[in-house]
T-cell receptor, first 112, second 116 residues
Framework: GENVEQHPSTLSVQEGDSAVIKCTYS??????FPWYKQELGKRPQLIID?????GEKKDQRIAVTLNKTAKHFSLHITETQPEDSAVYFC???????????FGSGTKLNVKP | EAQVTQNPRYLITVTGKKLTVTCSQNMNHEYMSWYRQDPGLGLRQIYY???????DKGDVPEGYKVSRKEKRNFPLILESPSPNQTSLYFCASSPISEGTDPYEQYFGPGTRLTVT
């Protein structure tokens, strides 16, 4: 099955700086890669996703890049704000759409 | 309001006492799933269902059962809970019908289970 690894496990940045979280996956058949944000005590919520036929996707301060050859994808947050502080999870979904495989999470702390 | 609901939100129980955590969605989604979340391990899939009467194991199915008799409901059953099932549980649903984004998962609010 698929294996998703996520790094770093914790990330501390100064407000206004950029943050990058990286994930690697093992199954070349995976074709959908979502990123979820989970605030303390809350449910995970989708913030951005990318499909395997796209190399990059951007939504305001958030972007995701995908390198299919190297089998890794990254979340980029620019101009970080304290409200970006949360745990971020990456995930991969094989093309036959059954199991979602999640990374272990990155705790992002944005210092004011 | 489109939502996924879970009940109960908090549960403390004892080893061996059967329990059921309910999950319901009002979005007519085909796909439903259960996850457990433990520190440092992220979200691990327990069971999923592609549609009514169609269920399959995720990565950590041992000790759990599910059923999908109706499209909107997907209960998680612990026949004989043990302390290692103490965790935060999330139900999620996703549409897979043609014409909609088939992949976004909508999560319920979570159920914090403690087994003593």
């Amino acid at each position: 099955g698929e294996n998703v690894e996520q790094h770093p496990s914790t990330l501390s940045v100064q407000e206004g700086d950029s943050a990058v979280i990286k994930c690697t996956y093992s199954d070349s058949a995976s074709n959908y890669f979502p990123w979820y944000k989970q605030e303390l005590g809350k449910r995970p919520q989708l913030i951005i996703d990318i499909r395997s036929n796209v190399g990059e996707k951007k939504d305001q301060r958030i972007a995701v890049t995908l390198n299919k050859t190297a089998k890794h994808f990254s979340l980029h947050i620019t101009e970080t704000q304290p409200e970006d502080s949360a745990v971020y999870f990456c995930a991969a979904l094989p093309f036959n759409f059954n199991k979602f495989y999640f990374g272990s999470g990155t705790k992002l702390n944005v210092k004011p | 309001e489109a939502q996924v609901t879970q009940n109960p939100r908090y549960l403390i129980t004892v080893t061996g006492k059967k329990l059921t955590v309910t999950c319901s969605q009002n979005m007519n989604h085909e796909y439903m799933s259960w996850y457990r979340q433990d520190p440092g391990l992220g979200l691990r899939q327990i069971y999923y269902s592609m549609n009514v009467e169609v269920t399959d194991k995720g990565d950590v199915p041992e000790g759990y059962k599910v059923s999908r008799k109706e499209k909107r409901n997907f209960p998680l059953i612990l026949e004989s809970p043990s302390p290692n099932q103490t965790s935060l549980y999330f139900c999620a649903s996703s549409p897979i019908s043609e014409g909609t984004d088939p992949y976004e998962q909508y999560f319920g609010p979570g159920t914090r289970l403690t087994v003593t």
